[in-house]
């Protein structure tokens, strides 16, 4: 990272210009962030097409769209690229039929979820997960944190629940680099909702009434935590503790993924039953709309008369027909890839890169905001405050790489809704828990570090930092559930996230 220049003009003048490009990707209605697959959507199978031996799908097991594998054949192995096809991803060789089988040596194979344009632009799970990235933006949620307070880290863009479906990589890998634009989901959305009849959109507006008792009580179980953070780093501990317990804060956090594996099932089964229902044609029209290539997705208006229905089922819909298309298009790879700023969404980094672009149209958040702001950030601190801080990479090494496992074994369950297996539904929450822990333990590595650099901050630094944060008057105050401004929650006694026990204030089995 360079010391060059001053880091707070730097970071001032990045921060103001980048600001005015942000992004919702939900337009004024939310913000949706999304996961990986390949550029274009399964094509309805031609008459007489020969299918893919078993073998074909078996040497792509596990792996990502446009991974090489070896693929084994009566001839021998070839080289091999796995495409996804309408019964998931396939080994399709990459030399002509009948030709000889390769005698080079094998070749390396892509990064993991690479695919022609992620190759380009480097989104991977490789990438996500890299030191760099992963540096960047835990510095970024840093920056965020310390300048900010509790109602600033309740924002929350609502596609971060159940966030299993591929949108993200396809936002990401976007031909006309517009998964950045606050028209980017709606158009793919209004578009899937044309596509579909009216009993296949009621379904989902059922969906959507049957789960906003449980997406609101989600946004409001992340209200403790936040609280305890901003406790710890305030240093106001209760008696008898001198800090977070971590174990406390895995086990509350595993309860949380609990109810996000919940939310992801049952989306999953719903979603699953209409794109098993889909007729010839809708599979055809599906088929002309590219997976990423926003270019190929016309406008085609609002598809509910949202008079009619309330906005978080608005919301509800909205987000559960993009990730329908993304899904259908997508792979397990898709549904397994994250952004790096994914975990550990407690420290207001959402609401600080995303809030200003609430309401706006035409909005876009430029791509490298996070890493010059967290770089900016890193520059201010001293090399013993730095510490805290580029340690953290190494210290969550173990929990994300199982993350990553994690969240491959869930998404490849959900998958199987496409077809005509019955997945585990006690698995999925099992898995989901597991992710919650792991996510919990990352969180409280985050808010230890964060409080160990405030304590140690001067004068100066303090009052550059503050200077580092731009604030417009006109922006929405919180705290949020998800983007929605509310009246400040009630927040039950956090004590018990100090390790000290108490009654009633653990979150419900």
């Not at 978080?312 to 909205?318: K, L, N, T």
């Amino acid at each position: 990272m360079s010391g060059k220049g001053n880091p707070v003009t730097r970071m001032n003048e990045r921060f103001a210009i980048q600001m005015k490009m942000a992004m919702i990707v939900l337009g004024p209605i939310l913000l949706v962030w999304p996961a990986i697959s390949q550029d274009r959507p399964p094509q309805a199978p031609a008459a007489n097409v020969h299918e893919p031996p078993p073998q074909a799908y078996a040497d792509c097991q596990g792996k990502m769209a446009g991974e090489t594998v070896q693929h084994t054949t009566p001839e021998g192995k070839v080289a091999a690229t796995c495409t996804d096809s309408p019964n998931g991803l396939v080994a399709r060789p990459n030399q002509p039929p009948g030709a000889k089988p390769s005698t080079q040596p094998k070749q390396s194979p892509a990064p993991r979820g690479a695919s022609a344009r992620s190759n380009a632009t480097g989104y991977t799970i490789e990438q996500a997960t890299s030191d760099r990235a992963q540096l960047h933006t835990i510095a970024f949620d840093g920056l965020a944190f310390l300048t900010g307070d509790f109602a600033s880290s309740t924002f929350l863009p609502p596609g971060k629940v159940s966030d299993y479906f591929g949108f993200q990589y396809m936002r990401d890998i976007d031909a006309a680099q517009g998964g950045h634009n606050t028209s980017f989901l709606t158009r793919i959305a209004e578009n899937m909702l044309a596509i579909l009849d009216d009993s296949q959109r009621r379904k989902l507006l059922q969906l959507a009434e049957l789960q906003q008792d449980d997406i609101r009580k989600f946004a409001e179980m992340r209200l403790p935590l936040i609280a305890a953070f901003q406790r710890n780093l305030s240093g106001d501990f209760p008696r008898g503790s001198n800090g977070l317990d971590r174990k406390a804060v895995m086990e509350y956090s595993a309860e949380l993924y609990a109810l996000d594996g919940k939310l992801s099932f049952d989306r999953a089964r719903v979603a699953g039953g209409i794109l098993r229902s889909l007729t010839a044609g809708q599979k055809e029209a599906l088929a002309r709309l590219k997976f990423g290539d926003s270019r190929t997705w016309p406008d085609v208006g609002e598809q509910f008369d949202k008079r009619r229905i309330s906005h978080e089922d608005d919301v509800a819909i909205m987000t559960y027909a993009s990730e329908m298309f993304s899904w259908y298009a997508g792979s397990p790879g898709a549904d397994t890839y994250f952004c790096p700023e994914r975990h550990g969404m407690y420290f207001g980094g959402f609401g600080m890169k995303t809030l200003p672009a609430m309401g706006k149209q035409n909005y876009s958040i430029s791509t490298t905001l996070t890493s010059d702001s967290g770089e900016a950030f890193l520059d201010l601190l001293t090399a013993p405050q730095r510490k805290y801080i580029t340690g953290l990479p190494d210290l969550q090494r173990k929990d994300l790489e199982e993350i990553v496992q994690t969240r491959r074994a869930i998404a490849t369950e959900l998958r199987r809704f496409l077809g005509s297996d019955v997945p585990d539904e006690q698995k999925v929450i099992s898995l989901s828990r597991r992710y919650g822990q792991l996510d919990g333990e990352m969180s409280y590595f985050y808010a230890t570090a964060f409080a160990q650099v405030s304590k140690t901050l001067s004068s100066q630094q303090k009052q550059t930092l503050t200077g580092m944060r731009v604030h417009d008057p006109a922006d929405a105050k919180g705290p949020f559930l998800y983007s929605t401004p509310i009246q400040t929650e009630t927040i039950a006694n956090t004590d018990y996230l100090f390790g000290i026990k108490t009654s009633g204030c653990a979150p419900s089995q």
